[in-house]
């Protein structure tokens, strides 16, 4: 009986053991992830903004041309 209580205690400290590995694995994994779209998003320059006012502005002006005419 001593043998067979010795070996269960050993076989659930390597459970534990790998759950919390598998935990703080997948943690790592989010972080990379996360820190991989911030760094993304952050790296685009900002003219993108004022591209895309510039575009509409343009639209605007050529829609009132066309209504002038």
Same mark, same amino acid.
């Given at each position: 009986?001593?043998?067979?209580? @010795? ?12 759950? %919390?590995?598998? @935990? ?5 994994? /989010?972080?990379?992830? $996360? @820190?991989?779209? $911030? $760094? ?8 993108? @903004? ?5 575009? %509409?502005? *343009?639209? /605007? ?6 209504? *002038?005419?």
């Amino acid at each position: 009986m001593g043998r067979e209580a @010795i070996k269960f205690l050993k076989e659930n400290k390597a459970q534990g053991a790998l759950e %919390y590995l598998l @935990i703080i694995g997948g943690a790592i994994v /989010l972080a990379a992830i $996360v @820190i991989a779209i $911030v $760094v993304n998003v952050a790296s685009k320059p900002k003219t993108d @903004i004022n591209t895309y006012s510039n575009q %509409y502005d *343009q639209t /605007l002006a050529d829609a009132n041309k066309n209504l *002038q005419k």
